[in-house]
């Protein structure tokens, strides 16, 4: 059984991107009290003069930092950065304040050995931005090792909903749809779709959890969906004609099908998906009919 308490006083770090939002609307919601830093509030947390003068907290919730595997290979010196500095920063903060971490970390296994892929299975990066997240995986369980600094990372798979930016594979699919064409390259690669609300629950549940060290969750719905299942979703949730083509061209570092296992997280943090995809997509395409 999960070991449970109030959240205490809560940073969010992140709170103006788009998983940030979601999870600023939770804590709103169970009346957690809560502050929030980031670039979208005026604190730079890469400076640690200013971070370092953050009014005290129970808990600081780690979103920040640049989100795209494609765009991290474009800039690749701003991912290691951010994603790096950042951590280090709040971690020390985290040091100097009595607080605990949680850390919104993401899919780092690279291409699977086994499916469902568990905690335990080996990580394995395939692109800067996988590997920045390991790294700041690895900064956690230092801090967690030398300091006692409690860290729980959430491996978030494949996220979607509302306010994603439009760059990312749903808000692409979700426009398309609407527009009444879509080209999309590869259509076989199987990810693991969970919404961003059911990962805002992961972060509260996480919040409630007491543990010591470093403990890692996969956060996924558990199920594997192809680029041409998704559309086929969309397309049948949006009732129109849709000119889908596919150009077959593959993305550096593509992995061709991801399944998490969330079941430690449903035993230890009590974490389940709740939103289906199929009601996660109809619900988008509703958000542009009104």
């Not at 940073?11 to 919601?29: C, E, H, M, N, S």
């Amino acid at each position: 059984m999960p070991v449970v308490s109030a959240p205490g006083r809560v940073l969010l770090a992140g709170a103006g991107g788009f998983i940030g939002r979601a999870v600023a609307r939770v804590l709103k919601r169970e009346a957690v009290c809560f502050d929030t830093a980031g670039r979208r509030s005026g604190v730079d947390l890469g400076d640690w003069e200013i971070v370092q003068s953050l009014a005290g907290m129970d808990a600081i919730i780690q979103v920040a930092g640049p989100a795209s595997a494609p765009l991290s290979w474009d800039a690749p010196h701003s991912f290691y950065r951010d994603n790096l500095l950042i951590t280090l920063n709040l971690l020390e903060l985290a040091r100097l304040r009595g607080a605990r971490m949680i850390l919104g970390s993401s899919y780092i296994y690279g291409v699977p050995k086994y499916l469902p892929i568990d905690e335990g299975h080996p990580t394995n990066p395939s692109n800067p931005y996988m590997a920045s997240k390991l790294l700041a995986e690895q900064l956690c369980a230092a801090y967690a090792r030398d300091f006692a600094v409690p860290v729980t990372a959430l491996r978030i798979f494949n996220p979607y909903g509302t306010g994603q930016q439009r760059e990312f594979l749903v808000p692409t699919v979700i426009e398309g749809v609407r527009r009444g064409t879509l080209v999309l390259r590869d259509p076989q690669p199987r990810r693991d779709f969970v919404h961003v609300d059911d990962v805002a629950e992961a972060v509260l549940a996480a919040l409630r959890y007491r543990h010591s060290g470093l403990e890692a969750f996969n956060i996924g719905s558990g199920r594997g969906t192809s680029v041409r299942e998704l559309v086929s979703i969309a397309v049948r949730s949006g009732g129109g004609l849709v000119n889908v083509s596919y150009t077959s061209e593959s993305r550096p570092g593509e992995i061709g099908e991801v399944v998490a296992d969330v079941s430690k997280a449903a035993r230890q943090l009590g974490w389940v998906p709740r939103i289906a995809l199929e009601d996660g997509i109809r619900n988008l395409l509703a958000e542009g009919s009104g």
